[in-house]
């Protein structure tokens, strides 16, 4: 049983090392070739001769961080600034409001929904979790016609407060709270505490891990997304990163190099946020196998 156990463990770990490296090599790939000029990544992959050759090539010849310094300060013409100081700061502006309020708008009905048992608030949360399973495709067009009338067509507006509702995270953070003693409010109601004194005393401390991993998905969601900004920004001047980098392509030509390293950026401040909320992961899992126990 032991050498059985040993001999899973191993293929386990083989297992995961094989897709851990196909999951890097794509990134390591772009981390190399954002350090290349643009005409070291044109002759750098032509004519390759194997996979030795292929990996020989990877490296840069010359290393450079001309592309960096020209993504935000321009330089070699016109044609390369490129403006993602404006839209990094536009994709900031969207991804932290958004994080703020989906953890309080959501948290707030969580705790409504599992807490308050208010008349038809479980038929209401069902018939939302239901509705919520249709495409995001089928929304596009009523979300634009409700933007456009109310004038944020090309405002940041449109893209924070359509995503603050997510009925996943509700019913992320109800789940959570149904491992989380009622006693707990008891005994704050007994000591003169309101609904909402109970809310933010008691249940925002409790389920702060869980929280937390809401915040980071949102941020992760409307940091990432693509289609809505696409659809509802079409001044470049207020265009996220994520969608904005579609119009590098025509504005750095065949700048490679120049729009990988654009790529590079836009993922470092959702890698660095889950790199500081990797540990309440864990915790949340902890505590909520803790309270059940």
Known sequence: MNIFGKTGRWIAFAFLTALAFFWLFPVAWMLINAFRTDSDF???FTNIRGSI???????????TIVNFIEMFLGGGGANTTSGLDRMFRNSFVVSI????????????????YERLHFPGGGVLFWA???????????????????????GWVN?????????????????????????????????AKIDGANSFQVYYKIIVPMIAPALIIVGLFSFNGAWNDFLWP??????ANNQTLTAGLRLLFGQYEQKWAHMIASCVMSMIPPFLLYLLAQRYFLQGIAIQAGVKG
Do not use: H
Not at 53 to 63: G, H, N, Q, V, W
Not at 230 to 235: A, E, H, S
């Open 155 to 187: 405002n940041l507006n449109a893209l924070i407060w359509p995503g603050l509702a997510g009925v996943f995270n509700i019913f992320l953070l109800r789940n959570f709270l149904k491992g989380v003693p009622l006693d707990f409010d008891e005994a």
């Open 230 to 235: 696409t659809i509802v920004m079409t001044d």
């Open 128 to 150: 939302l979790m239901y509705m919520s399973m249709f495409p995001n495709a089928v929304s596009i067009l009523p979300m634009f016609k409700i933007a456009n009338s109310l």
């Open 97 to 112: 409001s958004q994080m703020v309020l989906v953890v309080f708008i959501t948290s707030l009905s969580a705790y409504a």
């Open 53 to 63: 050759d292929y990996l020989r090539r990877m490296i840069p010849k010359p290393f």
């Open 42 to 44: 044109i002759t750098s």
